[in-house]
């Protein structure tokens, strides 16, 4: 059972550079989300679907942008790599919005990116 | 934003002690779910709590929604060395949506054997 799968693990990436993120979860659910972690901080949101064709902008959506033409498929892209853009690049999915009624998040396991 | 604060922001336990850390915030929430997160890894849910006043246990584990709705515990019994990582707080905004989760800066926890 693959779950999250995010390719690739790591990646550097020279700054005005663009690059996707991959994201691909075989549990057929409907939401997906992409969140950034830095050393020290907690997962920030970049953008959310609830459904394909339906994307939204999370907590911190500027120089990132997404597509969900498919149920299993949400890439991320970079257009215009910026040192700011340096994190750990986590990928979710969810059977449901809500948290409640036993749908967390599950989680693949990271892109690391280096912007220099 | 809204916060969660989260603490402590690291422990250095010995094999066998118990380990207690906890996230307040000023905002009700109506769930509140922790994950535990390996190097190379991302996070994994341990325990999630959707009542105020909520028990809840996972084996070693034990983690409680607090009265008040603004704070949740987490306590790891018998520490081993395997309980190595960084645990993370997650609250979902009374009336929001995952898509609203706040996650907390983490507890980085290491066991010396």
Known sequence: ?116 | GQQLNQSPQSMFIQEGEDVSMNCTSSSIFNTWLWYKQEPGEGPVLLIALYKAGELTSNGRLTAQFGITRKDSFLNISASIPSDVGIYFCAGQLWGGSQGNLIFGKGTKLSVKP
């Not at chain 1, 693959?2 to 663009?18: C, D, E, H, M, N």
């Not at chain 1, 991320?76 to 449901?96: D, K």
């Open chain 1, 1 to 116: 059972n693959a779950g999250v799968t995010q390719t690739p693990k790591f990646r550097i990436l020279k700054i005005g550079q663009s690059m996707t993120l991959q994201c691909t979860q075989d549990m057929n659910h409907n939401y997906m989300y992409w969140y950034r972690q830095d050393p020290g901080m907690g997962l920030k949101l970049i953008y959310y679907s609830v459904g394909a064709g339906i994307t939204d902008k999370g907590e911190v959506p500027n120089g990132y942008n997404v597509s969900r033409s498919t149920t299993e498929d949400f890439p991320l892209r970079l257009e215009l790599a910026a040192p700011s853009q340096t994190s750990v690049y986590f990928c979710a999915s969810s059977y449901s919005i809500r948290a409640a009624g036993g749908s967390p998040l599950h989680f693949g396991n990271g892109t690391r990116l280096t912007v220099t």
